[in-house]
């Protein structure tokens, strides 16, 4: 019951609450800069963070010259440090502030970490900027090579060096490393081999001075820096009230993950400011893991684990609810953003064009054919086959399209079928498969034979059996090869007809598109013009279709056999896939991410064009039931079907089910493990 109750905290989910910060400054004055930082630490502990970064030399300010060579500023900075970590003892975050340190009759530009009254460590930068506008040499040493030692500082005897990384010891993956400014614009970032140690959390303190074009390098290296490292990457800079005499600033702060900005500061604020965000270090673990390239370059960089101290701390983590401070996209296989969404379905619908064009190059068939629905996938997969043609320069009649009524296919699909077929120009018959069926299930003693209305899975598959055996006779017959249509849902899911059914092609463009992207990638043909007019028109009809198979007859107020009925919305099934395949999370992790995208319709973006009355909204056991029905079918039922799928492209990271791509598992294993983990830790 008690991992149940702590099933709303973002700290049972692998998450830490990050922010950097902007304070004003007050330049050549300690105490004001000390009033500053509480000031903004105080509110971060309002908001529940847990990390809390703040610019270079923020407590004595940074542009101030000589007068960093001032005794007076140097002891009125190491005052002010003892007086941020008594105040810090009521505080729960952990805060890392900029402040010019002695040691050794030697000067430091450093970051400090202080927690709970502790001043935890002291790295010291160590590529000083001496070009243009800057002059650090003339004032501080660098700390390369400085590993091992100790500095008294604030009252306090801390470690002190470049071998730094800190770690809660009782909140999993909380784990950071510092460097500052320049730093990160070296060709050899320290940072790099703090994460090689180990750190999930790379934070900068910089003062920075803008210029013109600076934020957009800025912004590139926090990105590029927490790909590469696979990390979060958390950059402050100094904001109103630093010294303007020879330069400016504009306070750009931002909380990068894996690439993705999660938070940013307004750029030239008139008043402090933080930005706060989660950050999901469980996921960068994982990410680690499976990724040995980054294992290979720790031990390439001679294993830094081994030369970096770990500075533990107990961190007290509260594990109330405090919401999640982070955007969760409803569908990750379909981006919010207009821009990012085209550009994908552009890249997604070449990709299975460049593969087909490929696979028909190698085969030299003369026919693609194919068996079109009237329905989402078999829609897509035939205008992907029109745009093979025409790169190939074959006439689109090449393609041999055929629909299969069978015993509850309905006017309206079988309608859209013969429209599409006709407006892309392939070579489009029908054979009604009804009198093959009846035929087989007349020889197998079926009751629906001797007038039994029982449509048990025999019936269905007898249907789905017999489509795909008469398209590879077919595609013998025609010189041809049979094009595959199944999406990447219904090979999660299972949801297919293994064999001498719709699992099996001689080539599947859509085994690596998710359900929710195909609509996207439909949706994209028919606004860029893709097609001409007919066809885009007759595309668009096609999305207002129910998800069907059609192999069961309507019942007795009409209703047609819904796929979603059975194995669940698309929409949540694709949001637990993406999850539980692209990073290995724990079920109640995607339950507590699924809730938090989709309990709230009002909440949040969602992608271009998509229908008001289609967006919906789950509760917590709506989203734990399907979750469920995922697992079992995912891990337990339908992994024999993926071991043996055809080829087809590779789409979508993390997107693809084949065993010679991203996914190998058994066909005998048990959802129980992954089940258990549901149940014990997500409340009905």
Known sequence: MAEKAAFYSIHRHGFVRVAVCAPRVCTADPAGNVAETLALARQGDIESCDLMVFPELGVSSYAQDDLHLQDAILERVDQGLAEIAKASRKLKPVLVVGAPVRRNGRLYNCAIAIHRGAILGVTPKSFLPNYREYYEKR?????VGLTGLEVQIGGQTVPFGVDLVFE?????????????????????PPSTRGALAGALILCNLS???????????????????????????????????????????????????????????????????????DVDVERLRLERLRTPTFNDAATAAGHPEMTFRRVRFEHAPHMADVGLIRPIDRFPFVPNDPTRLDQDCYEAFNIQVQGLVRRLQHTKSETIVIGVSGGLDSTHALVVAAKACDALGKPRSAIAAFTLPGFATSDKTKANAWALMKAIGATAEEIDIRPAAEQLLKDMGHPFAKGKPVYDVTFENVQAGLRTDYLFRLANQRKGIVLGTGDLSELALGWCTYGVGDQM??????????????????RWAARTGQFDKATSATLISVLDTEISPELVPADATGAIQSTQAIVGPYELQDFNL??????GLRPSKVAFLSWQAWKDAKAGDWPPNFPAEAR???DLATIKKWLKVFLVRFFETSQFKRSAMPNGPKVISGGNLSPRGDWRAPSDATARTWVDELDANVPD
């Open 207 to 277: 003062a920075s001075n803008i210029v013109v074009g600076k934020a957009l390098e800025r912004a590139m290296l926090c990105a590029s820096q927490s790909v590469r490292c696979q990390a979060a990457y958390l950059y402050a800079a100094a904001g109103p009230g630093e010294s303007t005499t020879d330069v400016a600033w504009d306070g750009q702060g931002s909380v990068h993950e894996l690439g993705e900005l999660l938070a940013e500061t307004e750029r030239f604020p008139a008043k402090p400011q933080i930005a706060v965000a």
């Open 616 to 618: 919906n909204a789950y």
């Open 168 to 188: 809660a010891t009782d909140l999993a993956d909380f784990i950071f490393h510092l460097e500052i400014c320049e730093d990160f614009w070296a060709a050899t």
């Open 505 to 522: 092609s001689h080539y599947n463009v859509n085994g690596s598109v998710a359900k929710t992207s195909i609509q996207h990638l439909i």
């Open 578 to 583: 993406f999850y539980v395949t692209r990073y």
């Open 139 to 143: 004032w501080f040493a660098s700390g």
